[in-house]
């Protein structure tokens, strides 16, 4: 057995085996800590089909017993199907993590926008017993909760698959669907939405009302998430990458865009959430600022990409 662990690790075709060979095969690639999947159709490979991590039997030409005793049942008795599978899932665990990617990142600016918000009014008006007029109404966070989380995360979750969604290598089977990648990404994302939400309600001139500077962090934050759904795509490949390929993406965008502008233009709705119209180069300097979140991201691949790239050179030598 000690061997046959060693075989096992260099050794990719065996001739005349038979089922008891397959169920001392199976064991010696789990104890190399390998994820194995086994093909069988007859009853002898009942056992080994059990043993594996994925048993996969054969529905045409396979017996009740290994169906029975297997995880998956190959209808078509065709090994492609098992390649087409494996690229399903993986599209479907990375559309999971772009709906992650974006919600968390949205919600924790939000959060952080109105703590930070808190604590530098507090500071301001000289601590406890003043009243704070923080940058966003409640009103106005369950807005922008009602059209950046919809849409466009459902959109997300039906992206078109990566390029090299099937070169790169298997997950390891113990990884968080939350890396801690993905933990710096959303800490990223997060703070910059943040900082450029605040620098346009606290820089805003001393003559802008504070229906106006609402009305501009509160635009502002809206934009930050739709680029942020831009950059929520992919962890490493550009956003300008197939920029355009989710046509439900660019949908959602622009529905919640054009919701945004009715909301500011109707002016029983402006009553309703405390906002005002905005001028072309008040949109101007909200698009401006938001946009910032996606050349952060961009930064951050680029950055991804080179050390990716040169981690094998550096293995090498």
Request: hydrophobic share 50%.
């Amino acid at each position: 057995d000690a061997d046959l662990r060693q075989a096992v690790r260099t050794t990719e075709v065996y001739a005349r085996v038979n089922p008891e060979h397959k169920l001392r095969i199976v064991p010696a690639l789990q104890q190399n800590h390998e994820v194995v999947a086994m093909t069988g159709d007859g009853v002898n490979d009942a056992p080994a089909l059990k043993a594996a991590h994925i048993g996969i039997a054969m529905g045409i030409t396979g017996t009740d017993v290994s169906k029975e005793a297997a995880d998956l049942v190959l209808t078509d008795d065709n090994f492609s199907t098992i390649v087409a599978a494996v690229e399903e899932g993986r599209i479907v665990f990375d559309n999971i993590q772009k709906f992650l990617r974006y919600l968390l990142a949205t919600n924790l600016g939000e959060v952080l926008t109105l703590f930070l918000s808190a604590v530098i009014l507090s500071f301001r008006n000289g601590g406890v017993g003043h009243s704070l007029v923080l940058p966003l109404t409640a009103a106005q966070i369950l807005w922008i909760n009602l059209v950046t989380d919809g849409a466009p995360a459902l959109a997300l979750g039906v992206d078109s698959a990566s390029p090299d969604v099937m070169r790169r290598a298997p997950r390891r089977p113990n990884d968080s669907i939350i890396s801690r990648q993905m933990l710096g990404d959303l800490l990223l994302v997060a703070t910059t939405m943040t900082v450029g939400t605040l620098l346009i309600f606290f820089m805003a001139p001393i003559s802008a009302s504070i229906l106006h500077k609402r009305t501009m962090a509160f635009t502002t934050l809206i934009l930050f998430q739709l680029f942020n759904a831009l950059s929520a795509r992919s962890d490493s490949d550009s956003a300008f990458r197939d920029m355009f390929s989710n046509h439900w993406l660019w949908g959602s965008i622009l529905l919640s865009v054009g919701l945004q502008a009715i909301l500011l233009n109707l002016p029983y709705l402006q009553l309703a959430f405390g906002i005002v119209s905005l001028s072309r180069s008040d949109w101007i300097l909200c698009v401006s600022v938001a946009s910032s979140v996606l050349w952060v991201s961009e930064v951050a691949k680029y950055v991804r990409r080179r050390a990716a790239r040169s981690e094998p050179q550096m293995q090498t030598a």
